[in-house]
T-cell receptor, first 115, second 116 residues
């Protein structure tokens, strides 16, 4: 069965410092991986995805993520955090080999960027 | 263009009542998803439609929950005999699900359901 783990409930970082939000996944086959962000009083927004190809994917707002198959991880990163990056971040996975489109989300990690 | 819309934004109902939640996806998106999000949790998959048919309803918690998408566009999530445990934010998302698009989902603002 598919599963996603976001081991940190909250990540605190100072503005201008690099940030990492961790995600590990479990699927029986090849994964599609996604990051979504939820700002206060706003809906979930797509940030970036890994489907195939280059393991380092770039997305919106300067975010990037690295797919690591051996470690089954897909950590979200940004070289220099902004206060406006403070939000709730969700990692999600789809298992291609099941043939379906069921998407499993992690519990979320709250990112707090301090000025 | 217009995003995914959901109505109502808030719904308060009494235990045992029937409710319907509506989702209007992005025009042209063939795939539609329903999720349930409880406080402090990630979205929990309920059901996925490809066109008019429910391709995967494995996330529906029990037979009180049912969803339809009769014309392949608007979808309605129906909950019978509501229970207090059904209180949550119900999210709808749509996507293209084509080989070129990559399957990212676009979410609506959600319907906050409160069962008293």
């Amino acid at each position: 069965a598919q599963s996603v783990a976001q081991p940190e409930d909250q990540v605190n970082v100072a503005e201008g410092n690099p940030l990492t939000v961790k995600c590990t996944y479990s699927v029986s086959g090849n994964p599609y991986l996604f990051w979504y962000v939820q700002y206060p009083n706003r809906g979930l927004q797509f940030l970036l995805k890994y489907i195939t190809g280059d393991n380092l994917v770039k997305g919106s707002y300067g975010f990037e993520a690295e797919f690591n198959k051996s470690q089954t991880s897909f950590h979200l990163k940004k070289p220099s955090a902004l206060v406006s990056d403070s939000a709730l971040y969700f990692c999600a996975v789809r298992d291609l080999n099941t043939g379906g489109f069921k998407t499993i989300f992690g519990a979320g990690t709250r990112l707090f960027v301090k000025a | 263009g217009a995003g995914v819309s959901q109505t109502p934004s808030n719904k308060v109902t009494e235990k045992g009542k029937y409710v319907e939640l509506r989702c209007d996806p992005i025009s042209g998106h063939t795939a539609l998803y329903w999720y349930r999000q409880s406080l402090g949790q990630g979205p929990e998959f309920l059901i996925y439609f490809q066109g008019t048919g429910a391709a995967d309803d494995s996330g529906l918690p029990n037979d009180r929950f049912f969803a339809v998408r009769p014309e392949g566009s608007v979808s309605t999530l129906k909950i019978q005999r509501t229970e207090r445990g059904d209180s949550a934010v119900y999210l709808c998302a749509s996507s293209e699900n084509s080989g070129t698009s990559g399957y990212e989902q676009y979410f609506g603002p959600g319907t906050r359901l409160t069962v008293t």
